[in-house]
């Protein structure tokens, strides 16, 4: 059975599935260290419920892919690179940060720019005054339907 959670956003409600669906004697596979726990405390955490289990787990690709983790050896060798990967998330989180406010101080904004400008809203809501219909305002200023409606909604 394949399961898939990755990424680092919402904390996760629940851990992942599949610890339940493993048997006694059985082994479950991670494709990558840091596709399997979040934090060093959450790889520590799934790998005892899974050895208390009677699982065992496997690293297929990168740092532990040779070493076996239920074993002393192997578990001290999980639990550094562990703290490393997240040393290294750390790090790339609070990179980023400082990139986004160094370009904040520049003047720079991220996302996608806006359609509606103060131009167009203008003329939107004179021919809208004029009782125009909302699809053919959008059609002339050049918006969607949709971005009309949020734009005059803000501007009230």
């Not at 002393?72 to 490393?84: F, N, T």
């Not at 509606?116 to 339907?145: I, P, Q, Y």
Request: aromatic residues 4%; hydrophobic residues 45%; proline residues 4%.
């Amino acid at each position: 059975m394949l399961g898939r959670l990755t990424g680092r956003g919402a904390p996760r409600r629940a851990p992942l599935p599949l610890p339940d669906l493993e048997r006694q004697g059985g082994k479950t596979l991670a494709w990558r260290l840091d596709r399997f726990a979040r934090s060093l405390i959450g790889l520590v955490n799934m790998v005892d419920a899974l050895a208390a289990r009677g699982v065992g787990f496997k690293v297929l690709t990168g740092a532990l892919a040779s070493i076996d983790p239920n074993t002393p050896d192997g578990r001290l060798m999980l639990q550094v690179v562990g703290a490393m990967a997240e040393f290294e998330r750390s790090l790339i989180q609070e990179r980023t940060r400082a990139g986004l406010d160094a370009a904040r101080a520049q003047g720079r904004t991220g996302g996608r720019p806006a359609v509606m400008d103060a131009d167009k809203l203008a003329a939107a809501k004179a021919r809208r005054a004029k009782g125009e219909s909302v699809t053919a305002v959008a059609k002339a200023v050049g918006v969607s339907r949709a971005t009309l409606y949020r734009a005059l909604a803000d501007a009230e």
